[in-house]
């Protein structure tokens, strides 16, 4: 099938430029990780000298990440990356790419972009009128999901709920997404090959890695006919955490107390209860906010001050712990609720 496929390809080159399917960019609020994941009714076969859907993804450590997909083309995506480095906001981005689109053709792109932004995660998606059909994008607090030649909006809904659904860290939320799409054309080129897709990845930075060497980057950049990239992308996955002992980082979350003892967040886990002691004149409020930027809690403080926090009623998972100081800095810390 892959060979016709290429056949195809060879002498309609629109479809080879239409390439990159669906996909999904997101930022962890509290870790400042930043990841993406996507595949693609296409791979290194079809495409000789590219890497299949791995193409489209661009991963700043510790600031965020942009997929150019649809007609991707190389000079965009390298705007879009300087752009971000200039400190532009994912809004912004998109409406430098859209004004000067390298080929004066914005209306055949397709963008999904994520900004960490100190701990307040932006997003920012772009269908151009003329992306093939069906096509769309869905934004969250911290992720953007976009997607053209689709099954239909379904894909795009079950990518979104399978990611906020799931409560592992942002690799297993990115893995979780893809698994929404994990239908068999869902890229609607693929259908006669019995798969979503050809070609898929899975990327995670941690903020203090570099551009060529981050924490996660998985990329299947084929498979043979019939076999579906998808359950291949969890197998090296799945095969990478337990290689690497990856388990979020839980087991090693202790008591809470910076450096100039200024507060103390216990016990951490947490069950039933936290308690925040506080030492210092410099902090006056605190906020507690879960994955996806909502707010949990937020109280002022005073000095010396020690307050107990019921935590029997939210979801388990990480949380982030958020002081704000006198001169408008802030100190953010990492809690995991584990309620029986």
């Given at each position: 099938?892959?060979?016709?496929?290429?056949?195809?390809?060879?002498?309609?080159?629109?479809?080879?430029?239409?390439?990159?399917?669906?996909?999904?960019?997101?930022?962890?609020?509290?870790?400042?990780?930043?990841?993406?994941?996507?595949?693609?009714?296409?791979?290194?076969?079809?495409?000789?000298?590219?890497?299949?859907?791995?193409?489209?993804?661009?991963?700043?450590?510790?600031?965020?990440?942009?997929?150019?997909?649809?007609?991707?083309h190389?000079?965009?995506?390298?705007?879009?990356?300087?752009?971000?480095?200039?400190?532009?906001?994912?809004?912004?981005?998109?409406?430098?790419?859209?004004?000067?689109?390298?080929?004066?053709?914005?209306?055949?792109?397709?963008?999904?972009?994520?900004?960490?932004?100190?701990?307040?995660?932006?997003?920012?998606?772009?269908?151009?009128?003329s992306?093939?059909?069906?096509?769309?994008h869905?934004?969250?607090?911290n992720?953007?999901?976009?997607?053209?030649?689709?099954?239909?909006?379904?894909?795009?809904?079950?990518?979104?709920?399978?990611?906020?659904?799931?409560?592992?860290?942002?690799?297993?939320?990115?893995?979780?997404?893809?698994?929404?799409?994990?239908?068999?054309?869902?890229?609607?080129?693929?259908?006669?090959?019995?798969?979503?897709?050809?070609?898929?990845?899975?990327?995670?930075?941690?903020?203090?890695?570099?551009?060529?060497?981050i924490f996660?980057?998985?990329?299947?950049?084929?498979?043979?006919?019939?076999?579906?990239?998808?359950?291949?992308?969890?197998?090296?996955?799945?095969?990478?955490?337990?290689?690497?002992?990856?388990?979020?980082?839980?087991?090693?979350?202790?008591?809470?107390?910076?450096?100039?003892?200024?507060?103390?967040?216990?016990?951490?886990?947490?069950?039933?209860e936290?308690?925040?002691?506080?030492?210092?004149?410099?902090?006056?409020?605190?906020?507690?906010?879960?994955?996806?930027?909502?707010v949990?809690?937020?109280?002022?403080?005073?000095s010396?001050?020690?307050i107990?926090?019921?935590?029997?009623?939210?979801?388990?998972g990480?949380?982030?712990?958020?002081?704000?100081?006198?001169?408008?800095?802030?100190?953010?810390?990492?809690?995991?609720?584990?309620?029986?």
């Open positions: 099938m892959k060979k016709l496929l290429f056949l195809v390809v060879f002498t309609a080159p629109f479809l080879l430029n239409a390439q990159h399917t669906f996909s999904i960019v997101a930022v962890d609020s509290i870790t400042g990780e930043i990841g993406s994941a996507g595949a693609t009714c296409g791979d290194s076969i079809i495409w000789p000298g590219t890497p299949g859907a791995y193409i489209i993804s661009d991963v700043l450590p510790g600031i965020g990440a942009i997929h150019t997909q649809s007609y991707h190389n000079t965009n995506q390298a705007n879009a990356r300087l752009r971000m480095e200039a400190g532009d906001s994912p809004d912004e981005i998109i409406s430098w790419l859209e004004a000067n689109d390298v080929a004066g053709e914005p209306e055949i792109r397709q963008y999904g972009v994520v900004d960490f932004n100190g701990g307040s995660p932006r997003s920012a998606g772009y269908t151009g009128v992306c093939f059909a069906y096509k769309n869905v934004l969250g607090p992720y953007a999901i976009q997607g053209n030649i689709l099954l239909g909006q379904e894909i795009l809904d079950s990518m979104e709920a399978r990611f906020n659904r799931e409560e592992g860290c942002l690799s297993d939320k990115l893995m979780a997404s893809m698994q929404g799409a994990n239908v068999v054309g869902a890229d609607t080129r693929c259908t006669s090959e019995g798969t979503s897709s050809l070609s898929a990845f899975l990327r995670v930075a941690k903020p203090d890695d570099t551009d060529d060497d996660i980057d998985i990329n299947v950049a084929g498979t043979a006919d019939g076999v579906e990239p998808i359950d291949e992308l969890q197998g090296k996955y799945d095969a990478w955490k337990a290689a690497n002992d990856h388990d979020c980082g839980f087991s090693e979350i202790e008591t809470i107390e910076n450096d100039e003892t200024e507060y103390k967040v216990f016990p951490n886990p947490v069950n039933g936290l308690t925040i002691a506080l030492y210092s004149d410099q902090i006056s409020e605190v906020m507690i906010t879960d994955l996806i930027g909502n949990i809690f937020r109280t002022q403080l005073v010396n001050e020690t107990q926090i019921a935590t029997e009623n939210w979801s388990n990480l949380y982030s712990v958020v002081f704000f100081q006198a001169d408008g800095a802030t100190l953010s810390e990492k809690v995991l609720v584990a309620n029986d």
